[in-house]
C-alpha cells in the first residue's frame, strides 16, 4: 500500500471522504460502485467495483469459443483491466489495465471494426491490438467490451461472420449483467 499523507474523520452517519486527488487519479467517479474488504489486521480496503469482473469464469468461457468460431485471439475487459483472455496473449495481457485509446473508445459506447491495417491498442505497456471492439452496456452504461485480437497466425481479415460472433458475446454479457 502507498501512504498518502491525508487523513479523514468519519462523520456521524459512518461515511468517509475520499480526496478529490484521489478520485481524479483512480478514475473514481459520482455514483461508482465501491466495494469494501477488510483483512485480519483491521484494515479496510475500497476497491472499485467490476460486474463484469465476477462474471471473469463467464467471459474466458466465452473468450475460448471466440477463438474457436474465428481463428482470432480473443479477451474482454471491464473498464479499467483485461479480465479474461483467450489465446497466444494470454500471459502477457491478463489483469493489464486498458490503454487510454480503448478506454475512450469503450466509454463513448461505439464499436470499432477494422477496415485495413487500423487497429485499437489494448493494454498499457503491451503491443496488443483489436482488431473488433464491442461495448459491454447494461442499463445504459458501459461495464466493458469483448474484442478480437490482431496475431500473428490469425486471419489477415476480420469476416463478416467474426464480427457478428463478437457483437453478440458483447449482447450475451450485456443481457447477463442485467439478469
Known sequence: MKATGIVRRIDDLGRV??????RRTLKIREGMPM????????????????PVGEMSQLAAAYAETLVTLTGHAAAVCDTEQIIAVAGPAKKEL????VSPQLDELVQSKKS??????????IAQGVPAAALAVY??????DVMGAVLLLKGEKSPARLSSEAAESVKAAAMFLS?????
Not at 17 to 22: A, D, G, L, Q, T
Open 135 to 140: 461495448p459491454v452496456i447494461s442499463v445504459g
Open 112 to 121: 470499432f471494426l477494422t477496415t485495413s491495417d487500423n487497429t485499437v491498442l
Open 94 to 97: 491478463l489483469h493489464r489495465p
Open 35 to 50: 466495494e469494501i474488504f477488510t483483512d485480519v489486521a483491521g484494515e479496510v480496503i475500497l476497491k472499485k467495483y467490476s
Open 175 to 179: 443481457r447477463q449483467l442485467e439478469a
Open 17 to 22: 471522504v475520499i480526496p478529490k486527488e484521489i
